[in-house]
Nanobody
Framework: VQLQASGGGLVQAGGSLRLSCAAP????????IGWFRQAPGKEREFVAA????????TYGDFAKVRFTISRGNDKNTVYLQMNSLKPEDTAVYYC?????????????????WGQGTLVTVSS
């Protein structure tokens, strides 16, 4: 499934952004959808993931308090609400899909990826 991430931009520290992930013309049926991010010069890291039903979620340690992942009512859009943003949150954010159980945080378990959306947080 081909994914499309959107919603990135420039925001001041302390601000909020909501990222969206969709698969135009397709559905996310049966997929766990996750968000990853990659900051300049750093490895890609896991941010959060949500189950197909939307009832279960998992987060990277840094994201547990400030970020919220959710699915839209139609289950075909996944959102990442990011609050109290910090300059260290600056990164390209990617959404990805997997049929592995919720709980995996490894990049290699996610077989379908979007193109990424850039989030820049200014101090």
């Amino acid at each position: 499934v081909q994914l499309q991430a959107s919603g990135g931009g420039l925001v001041q520290a302390g601000g909020s952004l909501r990222l969206s992930c969709a698969a135009p013309g397709r559905t996310f049926s049966g997929y766990v959808i996750g968000w990853f991010r990659q900051a300049p010069g750093k490895e890609r890291e896991f941010v959060a993931a949500v189950s197909w039903s939307g009832w279960a979620t998992t987060y990277g340690d840094f994201a547990k308090v400030r970020f919220t992942i959710s699915r839209g009512n139609d289950k075909n859009t996944v959102y990442l609400q990011m609050n109290s943003l910090k300059p260290e949150d600056t990164a390209v954010y990617y959404c990805a899909a997997t049929r592995s159980p919720l709980g995996t945080t490894r990049e290699r378990d996610f077989g379908s990826w979007g193109q990424g959306t850039l989030v820049t947080v200014s101090s």
